[in-house]
């Protein structure tokens, strides 16, 4: 059957199959977007409710509300969450949305897997969740589950551990290996590789670093579960292994992890600077290179985050200098954004101001990244709260912020009616306030010398911790406005116009100037 007969057969099941067995079977993309976008919120809540537990434990110094393996349990499971739960599932969920419209195409490329790589991922974090229910309860080992923590000394519920994360590989190679072969096979007559917008580049290039790293993950966690339950010695050196070794296949993994969180930002950010600057975006080709730039960087970089274990010279002075490199990429696509802005006709609607948001403090986190990249500096940083400052900075301002921008950016034409524009408002500044107040902190803290992940601290780290938490429950709960947005938008409200945003998105297709900004058309044919 041709692609597109097949796309109208599953159209005509969308609508004759109701309620629940609709969504259950559903091969539709927008479909399927949306139930990865409705997880990922679900996911943000539980994983922010473990956060909570955590900022509510060191409001105070000594040890109050929990004990401290419970509260081991909640770093780590809260950090497995909003990895894996929480920010990639949201843009697997934008991709399946936008990519087949930015492209002109009718679906994605494979429908079927893409609905079975959204349904495993309920499963796998219930097994994750669950886990916390068992004798000596959950995974307490960190999100980066270094041996012989997760080996020679958790409990039975690495098995459980293990088998989720294989379970969430699964679907991300599956989604990643549908949105090469959408791109790649399904653009419109015209659609050149230099006309794709800029969100379609970035998941492309996200897609490449996905089905690239993701085995090794598997690899990883294949080997803790051997050496748990299977007698092997691939991390306990009494049996000739090596524990450091871990990190390196770890961390291998976790880099290049890292962009495959913040890229589809980039692309997201990038649709949005130019709508509202109504300027053609600054750079198109530079921003391309940049994205292909950073992504192969990201691969041999992967041991600064283990200056610390001990390694020669030579090595460190390679990934030290290797990861200053990243930033002349990263500091491409900043310049690039601010170019577009610059002398543009700027109009600051809630998708705007997440975005010039995410730009200030993205820049920041990236800074706190340059220190942490130097050598002799990160002995100082290492495992203190300057670094949960700096990746916070990177995923919470940055890809999260990146998410949002791309939920009200959205919202109008996903559902035909526009967001309740004083909520959001309310919803952007409080986020942005509580944030800062939350994380900015953090570096002072670090820097004076508070170890991360530890339940109890010294006293003089008092005052910061309490204004930390302070913030921390105000970003919180600034999130509920924001469920309380979409749940208004989705059920009704003021009807979205036709163009919602006059911008210069057609810039792209270089339709005549002014340009509707009007994701849901196919691009016009290149004559």
Known sequence: MSTVAQ?????????????????LYTTNHKDIGSLYLIFSLTMFLIGGAMAMVIRAELFQPGLQLVDPHFFNQMTTVHGLIMVFGAVMPAFTGLANWMVPMMIGAPDMALPRMNNWSFWILPFAFAILLLSLFMEGGGPAFGWTFYAPLSTTYSNDNTALFVFAVHIMGISSIMGAINVIVTIVNLRAPGMTWMKLPLFVWTWLITAFLLIAVMPVLAGAVTMVLTDKYFGTSFFDAAGGGDPVMFQHIFWFFGHPEVYIMILPAFGIISTIIPTFSRKKLFGYASMVYATSSIALLSFIVWAHHMFTTGMPLAGELFFMYATMLISVPTGVKVFNWVATMWRGSISFEVPMLFAIAFIVLFTLGGFSGLMLAITPADFQYHDTYFVVAHFHYVLVTGAIFSIMAAAYYWLPKWTGHMYNEALAKWHFWLSLISVNVLFFPMHFVGLAGMPRRIPDYALQFADFNALISIGGFAFGLSQLLFVAVVYKCIKGGEQAPSKV????????????????YHTFSTPPEVK
């Open 7 to 23: 796309t109208e057969q599953n159209h005509h099941e969308h609508h004759a199959a109701k309620g629940f067995k609709r969504w």
């Open 501 to 516: 945003w006059d911008g210069a998105e057609g810039l792209e297709w270089d339709i005549p100037s002014p340009a509707p």
